[in-house]
């Protein structure tokens, strides 16, 4: 049996090969991330019968190399990069290079023989890749409403006495039209009452008066055109921003109702809380990331000591829905008990 290490780089990748008692087969090696690269990989790697390739799971630069690996046939070992250091430790490795840190990646699975990692299911590495997408497209809301806020605070700092939230609809269509307290000093109270901000709903006469009235007395001392473009620009981020994740709402929750994942956990709660609790491989697994409670995840029998945060069961496989209490999920026996519940679903079905 060979088993191969491999330190994952951006551009290049090094890949040493021992055999079972750690004996070194090939040196460390240089490919690149490209066809020719992997063309050359797979020919130093040779068969893949007797050859357990392991590598660490370094950000999404492993991806494109683990599912050509899988695809050519070889068995792939997915570590934690803290495994990896931690036995690197243990052998008193001093020096950190990417050569030494391939050969210790080899030589650390022929002494642990890590599990062997299924390929993800491509419609649910598909759902995680929405989900990044949406936590940045989060990260660039809050970005924008932080510059917002700053430049209210220079034109109209009264504005949000009265209206707090900034990266509200509300808010947003107000500020489009009138950036500045000097921009609102020139409207009339009936013509600010009628602005319509979320297709159906009005600004009302009362809030338009104290509005104006706020205006006409605001500290903010700068009301020119940059002051106005910076404004104006933000809020027309912000709906744009807040349109996507709408969209991306919907095609999560679509998606989620199509795959197999969708049948255990509610569509809607996975969409609004972010899908943290998305299965790193395979939902036939129930391997699930840390999404709260890690001290009850072993208990409950799911691998790397991680437990989903779980509101919601859907009718699948004759499981009734039904809501369950957080207060139950503090209990690590009411949580194994509840994954049993779905783990006996899922296999009767």
């Given at each position: ?24 087969i090939?040196?460390?090696?240089p ?7 992997y ?42 990069p ?59 809301f ?45 409207i ?5 009452a009628?602005l ?15 509005l ?12 020119g055109?940059?002051?106005?473009l ?55 697994s ?10 009850y995840?072993s208990k ?20 009734h ?16 008990r509840?994954?049993?519940q ?8």
């Amino acid at each position: 049996m060979r088993f191969a290490g491999i330190d994952i780089g951006g551009e290049r990748h090094m890949v040493a090969i021992v055999d079972q008692s750690g004996a070194v087969i090939l040196k460390a090696t240089p490919v690149m991330e490209d066809a020719s690269g992997y063309e050359r990989l797979l020919e130093l790697l040779g068969s893949a019968s007797d050859c357990l390739v392991a590598m660490e799971a370094t950000g999404h630069y492993w991806r494109n190399l683990f599912t050509a690996l899988v695809t050519a046939g070889f068995k792939i070992a997915l570590i934690n990069p803290l495994r990896s250091s931690r036995f690197a430790e243990e052998e008193l490795q001093r020096t950190k290079t990417d050569a030494i840190d391939a050969l210790g990646i080899a030589r650390f699975a022929a002494q642990k023989r890590p599990r062997i990692t299924e390929l993800p299911d491509p419609a649910l590495q598909e759902l995680r890749e929405l989900v990044r997408l949406k936590e940045h497209l989060v990260q660039q809301f809050g970005d924008r409403v932080r510059q917002l806020h700053r430049a209210v605070d220079l034109g109209f700092p009264e504005f949000t006495r009265h209206i707090r939230a900034l990266d509200s609809e509300l808010a947003t269509a107000l500020l489009t039209r009138y950036p500045t307290a000097a921009a609102l000093r020139t409207i009339s109270v009936r013509r600010l009452a009628r602005l319509c901000y979320d297709g159906s709903h009005h600004v009302g006469e009362e809030l338009a008066r104290t509005l104006l009235e706020a205006a006409k007395h605001s500290v903010g001392a700068h009301h020119g055109e940059p002051y106005q473009l910076q404004v104006r620009y933000a809020c027309e981020d912000l709906e744009v921003l807040r349109q996507r994740l709408r969209s991306l709402d919907r095609d999560v929750e679509r998606r989620l109702e199509q795959h197999e994942v969708g049948k255990l956990l509610s569509g809607r709660t996975m969409a609004r809380t972010g899908l943290r609790m998305m299965p790193t491989f395979p939902s036939s697994s129930l391997r699930f990331r840390t999404a709260g409670f890690p001290q009850y995840g072993s208990k409950a029998g799911l691998s790397d000591g991680a437990c989903p945060r779980v509101a919601w069961i859907s009718a699948s496989r004759g499981l009734h829905p039904s809501f369950v209490p957080p207060s139950r999920l503090n209990n690590p026996r009411s949580v194994s008990r509840f994954m049993a519940q779905l783990r006996h679903r899922r296999a009767s079905g």
